[in-house]
Each structure stands twice: as C-alpha cells, then as structure tokens.
C-alpha cells in the first residue's frame, strides 16, 4: 500500500513557513484567475475556458472557495464586487451584503442579549444574534446576471464546486490549520455541526476536522449549490434550504424569519455607485509618464483608486492616501524613494493617516439607504487637508475623535479574475469572522454569517442596529484606473477584516513608492493597527508589526511612541492576504498582457488562462 496522506508534511505545528521561499509575476494574455485556493481557481479557469468571462468565473471562483477554505468564506456570507467593462472604461459596483431581520431591533436584542439600560455591549462574534441575512446567494446570481458573459448557465458557473463536494478534494495546510483551530466551535455552535466535519469511524462522534492533505467531501453544500443553480435566488431564498436556515436561528433564540428571506430575494442585490480618489502624490506622474504610451503634455498622468461606497470601509483607504496626498503637498512629509520604503517615518504616516480615517468611518459608515453618509465630503481635498493637520511627524498620536476601528481577528476570501476581452473583476466574499456564527442549517453544509456583531448597540449611533439594515461592513474590492485614459491599472485587495483598507494604502504605495512588483508589494510585511471597533468601548494603541519588517523600522516606530507587537508565524493572518492583477500592453507588439501576483500568507496562487 502507498503512504499515507500524513507522510507528505512535516509534523503540525504555528511555523508559518520554514524557509524563505519566493513566487514569480504570473503572466497570461487571456486571462488569469488569482486566489487562495488552487482547486477554486481552476473552478474559474473551467469557466473561462466554457467561453464564460471573468464575472462568471469569479461567481466559479467564490463557490469553489466556500467549498475548499469554509473557514474563511462561503453561501451564508456576503459579497460586494467592482467590475470593469474594458468597452466602457467603466467601473461598477453590486453591494451583496444582507440585512438585520425586521425583528431585530435595538430593545429586542439589547434585552436577549441581557443588557440593561444605559449599559455598553457588543453582540458577540458566536452569538446567533450576529447572524443577518446571507447576501451572498443573490449576489453570485446577481453578478452573473448584470456583468456575466449570458454564454455560461448557472449550471455550468456552479458544476466545478459541485463536483469537488460530491467527489472530494485534498485539504490545503492553511485551511487545515485553521478548520482544526475551529473544530470545538463548529460542534457547539448548532445541532448539525458534523456537516462540516470530515467523516472518521475512530473520531469522537465519527466526525472531525480534517488534515492537510486529506479528503473533504461536502455533499449537502453541493446540494444547496444545485438548488442555486437550478432555481436561481429562490432556490435559497424559499423552500427548504430558507426553512432550514430560519428553524436554526429561531431554535437558538435568534429572531430572522422567512420574510427576511423573502424581502432579499424580492430586493436582491444593490447596483452602486463606486467611489474613488485621484492620486498624483508621491511622484506617481513621473513614474509612470514613461510607460505611457504616446503620452501628450498636459496629459493627467496618475492614478484613481476606486472602491466600494459604505456600507463598506472602502472610504477608510481612501481617505488614508488622500491624507498622505495633502500631507505631502504641504511638505509635512517627504517624497519618499524605494529606500524610504518600511522605514519608521514612512510607517509612521501611514498608520497615522489610517488612524484618522478610522476616526470617521468608525462613525459615518452605515447603511446609507437608512442613514446620511456624507460620503463626498468625507474624501473631498479641504476636509482631507483639515485632518491632516492632527498629524505629529515626530510622535504617534491618541485614538482621534469618535475611537477608531481595530485589528479585530476575521476571515474572508478575495480573489480577482480577467478574461481575454480585457475585463476584469474585484471580487470578495465572506463569513466576517473563520466560519462565522459556526452556525449550521440542517443538510445545507454551510455556516451562517456574524456579521451584524459589526451593528453599534448604542441608540442614535448612525451605525446603530435596527430592522431591514446592512452594517459597517469590512469586505471592500478595489481597482485602479489611469487617469490619463481611464484604461485598467489593476484589480487588487486584501482580506482580512479591518485589516483591509489598511492593506489596500500599503500594497498600492508598495507599487508607487517601493517600485515593487505585483507580488513583491503582497510579499512585503505589512502593520496593522489596532483600537476596537470602540465605538465607546475601550480605545486600542497597538500597532501590529509582521515578522520580517526590518529591525530599525520597528524600533523607530517604537521611539516614536507607537505601542509595537511584533506578529509571527501564523498569527500572521492577521496582516490579510491578497491579490493583483495589473492590466499592460507590449510597446511593440500592440498586445495587452495580464501581470498577477498573489500572497505568500494564503494557499493558492495566481492561474493563466
């Protein structure tokens, strides 16, 4: 008989990575799918070879990923998504993140979670009350109907997923890692946790997680894939698989009902505007005014950095670079160099502009079709000139105004897909935090969400929970055109909670500042900085530092002021993981080229066409 699965990998242990290790630029002229599984990129590689484009593909792509990396994403999630039209220049957005049920007020979940009068609290991360409605099953329809090719079916997009639940895959080590960290949660969280638990007769119950390199099967997910495929939304939204969901909830004291269920499948999706921010600072002219072909004088040569608007943080990154834009137009800092890179002073003003721009989003950002969200003005030059003054070059500063969002430990897939007609998409996908509640609907193979622990419990606090509404949501794709045409710089992102806009400034300023590569600028270690998301509750100084950041860089920021952890091995999550795809055309031949990089800190790659 041959070895055992076991005998591939070393013993398990939190090492990160035992070695240093280092990925190339991955090129394609057809198209490239970049994420953090292998087996739900090649979901999307099938797709796009079926004659799909790269929004079916990623629909591929994020139902793949619910069935190989479930301690990150999946069906009983949220989604939101930016499309770029290559005919158009243009970019759109879909908001598909569901709502509060309209049992769920303020009072009825104060008082179930025990409460009194006048008294902070937070909804917990495991509680049943942090589920709200899955927006994700609308959403995977929803992008295929509004930016797919129309020459895939559902059927199709979903058969690739399917099969690796019926037939099974192999478990990747990070996946494994954090399924086995998860374990006791998923058999407490709900009666049906075994569903998501590999099936061994020597294991306590016959289930458990399963390791590195094993078989995982998943058909009662496969089969709710086939309902989506077949019957569309109402497919989750109606029958057996929104009974089973509500009778979950209402069996552990939560308040969803089916009319929850029936009001996003007759609301779907939302089409929304996208925001951005034009760059010019830091040199980005003259860096790139070479590579432009056929250039003018007076051609606005920058970059625009376009997000998704609140509910989700995307602002927050915004913000951030335009701070440092107003901060380096009035010479509070420098121009940097690629040596300037991860330097203490560069650091320093990057964590402080996120500071300040947590400051405000931590407020402001909510459901704007319940609340006013000055969202213009949140990212217009004067405003931004104005918080930039709170900025110290030669000291960290106190939480500003309002207590800023932190480092709070979640899970999410991103992922990016283009295709050969030059479009591309930024897509993310998530439970909120690992498996989210770990909840469990009856024979569905899926997890409900945690996302409206992200609500405030403090009435008047515009992010406030109330019936029908959407939180601070922390999931945001973004994109980067040329200012100079509109054409496509790159789809990017990066997972990971509150992580997110933090890893949106540092990986695109990796590219503009550092003159890194793709990968280079997801290879590089990142900061993170950490407060809660207060909102009244205790403020957080920290700032996380990943291993690998240079010595003198960690101390500076430390006689600076800056509370300084040092993040190793596989807490390392904490820093996100991402991926790009830069959009390119040979000077000579005329032919675009798609250029991918994808984090060394997920389990995946990035995969030509």
């Known amino acids: 008989m041959p070895l055992t699965t076991s005998s591939v990998f070393p013993p398990e242990s939190h090492v990160f990575q035992k070695f240093p290790s280092r990925r190339?630029?991955?090129?394609?002229?057809?198209?490239?799918?970049?994420?953090?599984?292998?087996?739900?990129?090649?979901?999307g590689i099938q797709v796009l070879e079926a004659g799909g484009n790269c929004a079916d593909a990623a629909v591929a792509v994020a139902a793949g990923l619910n069935m190989t990396e479930p301690c990150s994403t999946g069906i009983g999630g949220d989604m939101f998504c930016l499309f770029y039209d290559a005919k158009t220049k243009k970019i759109s957005a879909m908001n598909g993140s569901g709502r509060s049920g309209n049992k769920c007020t303020l009072e009825t979940i104060r008082s179930s979670l025990g409460l009194k009068d006048g008294e902070f609290g937070k909804i917990p991360m495991s509680s049943v009350h942090a589920v709200s409605v899955p927006g994700a099953p609308a959403g995977w329809v929803d992008t295929v109907e509004r930016f797919g090719s129309g020459k895939v079916s559902m059927e199709q997009i979903l058969a690739p997923a399917i099969e690796l639940g019926e037939k099974g895959f192999p478990v990747s080590e990070g996946v494994a890692f954090f399924w086995d960290r998860s374990e006791p949660q998923i058999r407490g969280a709900s009666p049906n946790g075994s569903e998501m638990l590999k099936k061994d007769p020597s294991a306590k119950d016959g289930v458990r997680a399963p390791k590195a390199g094993e078989?995982?099967?998943?058909?009662?997910?496969?089969?709710?894939?086939?309902?989506?495929?077949?019957?569309?939304?109402?497919?989750?939204?109606?029958?057996?698989?929104?009974?089973?969901?509500?009778?979950?909830?209402?069996?552990?004291g939560g308040h969803l009902e089916l009319d929850d269920l029936a009001h996003h499948l007759e609301t779907g999706s939302e089409p929304v505007n996208p925001i951005s921010l034009k760059f010019r600072g830091?040199?980005?002219?003259?860096?790139?005014?070479?590579?432009?072909?056929?250039?003018?004088?007076?051609?606005?040569?920058?970059l625009e950095l376009w997000e998704h608007p609140p509910n989700g943080q995307g602002?927050?990154?915004l913000m951030a670079l335009g701070i440092l834009q107003e901060l380096e137009a009035a010479g509070r800092i420098p121009t940097w160099g690629p040596a300037d890179f991860n330097s203490a002073p560069y650091l320093h003003a990057i964590i402080e502009a996120l500071r300040i721009a947590f400051a405000d989003a931590s407020w402001f950002v909510t459901d704007p079709n319940v609340e006013a969200v000055p969202t213009d003005a949140l990212v217009s030059s004067p405003y931004l000139a104005e918080r930039a003054k709170l900025f110290d070059p030669a000291r960290a500063s106190a939480v500003p105004a309002h207590g800023s969002p932190a480092f709070s430990s979640s899970d999410t897939v991103y992922f990016a897909a283009?295709?050969?007609?030059?479009?591309?998409?930024?897509?993310?996908?998530?439970?909120?935090?690992?498996f989210g509640t770990c909840i469990v609907p009856f024979g569905c193979g899926f997890t409900l969400q945690n996302?409206?622990?992200?609500?405030?419990?403090?009435?008047?606090?515009?992010?406030?929970?109330?019936?029908?509404?959407?939180?601070?949501?922390?999931i945001i794709p973004?994109?980067?055109?040329?200012?100079?045409?509109?054409?496509?710089?790159?789809?990017y992102g990066v997972m990971g909670g509150f992580m997110q806009p933090q890893g949106h400034v540092q990986v695109l300023l990796g590219q503009v500042v550092g003159r890194l590569s793709p990968q280079q600028a997801l290879d590089a270690p990142r900061v993170c900085i950490g407060s809660g998301m207060s909102q009244g509750g205790a403020s957080d100084l920290t700032v996380f530092v990943e291993e690998g950041m240079p010595a003198d860089a960690v101390e500076g920021l430390r006689e600076l002021g800056h509370e300084v952890?040092?993040?190793?091995?596989?807490?390392?999550?904490?820093?996100?993981r991402g991926q790009i795809i830069r959009w390119s055309v040979d000077p000579v031949e005329g032919i675009g080229s798609w250029s991918a990089g994808s984090d060394p800190r997920g389990d995946g790659g990035a995969y030509p066409l």
Do not use: W
């Open 215 to 252: 078989i995982m099967k998943n058909p009662t997910l496969a089969k709710t894939f086939r309902a989506l495929a077949t019957e569309g939304k109402k497919g989750f939204y109606s029958g057996r698989i929104a009974t089973e969901l509500v009778k979950v909830v209402q069996d552990l």
């Open 565 to 576: 952890r040092v993040v190793e091995d596989m807490e390392r999550a904490q820093f996100g």
């Open 282 to 302: 830091q040199n980005v002219s003259k860096l790139l005014k070479d590579s432009v072909l056929n250039v003018k004088d007076g051609d606005d040569v920058g």
């Open 478 to 491: 973004a994109a980067v055109t040329n200012l100079h045409d509109g054409s496509l710089h790159s789809v």
């Open 451 to 474: 996302r409206a622990a992200n609500f405030s419990l403090e009435a008047g606090h515009p992010n406030a929970l109330a019936p029908r509404k959407r939180p601070y949501h922390t």
């Open 24 to 43: 190339s630029v991955v090129h394609s002229t057809k198209g490239i799918v970049s994420c953090t599984q292998p087996l739900a990129a090649k979901c």
């Open 418 to 434: 283009s295709d050969s007609q030059g479009n591309a998409i930024s897509f993310i996908n998530s439970n909120y935090g690992g």
């Open 315 to 317: 602002i927050v990154a």
